[in-house]
């Protein structure tokens, strides 16, 4: 399974970015998909998540984003977005995007329980 991230940039406080992440793997709709961020000096931490089939394509958010993000899922495409409003400078860091099949709805968040990763898009927020 191999994951690439994008649509990482520059942002002024307020603005909007759209992440994406494709996955080449068979039987896309069966993985959940989620993101993770990482800012310098901190532990990688959980942003939100797409649930599989198995799961009835749920969605989960951290606290931090809920009413700002929103992650959706093209099966078609192979493809997770994460649509990112109203960031803040405290949205700066690393984002990662990881893939599994086999997760229970309790492990969503929890960066440990995926077993594929993709290589992190910078998301930059100025004030």
Known sequence: VQLQASGGGLVQAG???????????Q?????????FRQAPGKEREFVATATGARHGYRT???????GRFTISRDNAKNTVFLQMNSLKPDDTAV??????????????????????????????VSS
């Open 60 to 66: 989960y958010y951290t606290d931090l984003v809920k």
């Open 95 to 124: 984002y990662y995007c990881a893939a599994d099949s086999s997760l229970i709805l309790s492990s969503v968040s929890v960066p440990k329980d995926y077993d594929y990763w993709g290589q992190g898009t910078q998301v930059t």
């Open 27 to 35: 039987a896309f709709r069966s993985y959940t998909v989620g993101w």
């Open 15 to 25: 603005g909007s970015l759209r992440l994406s992440c494709a996955a080449s793997v």
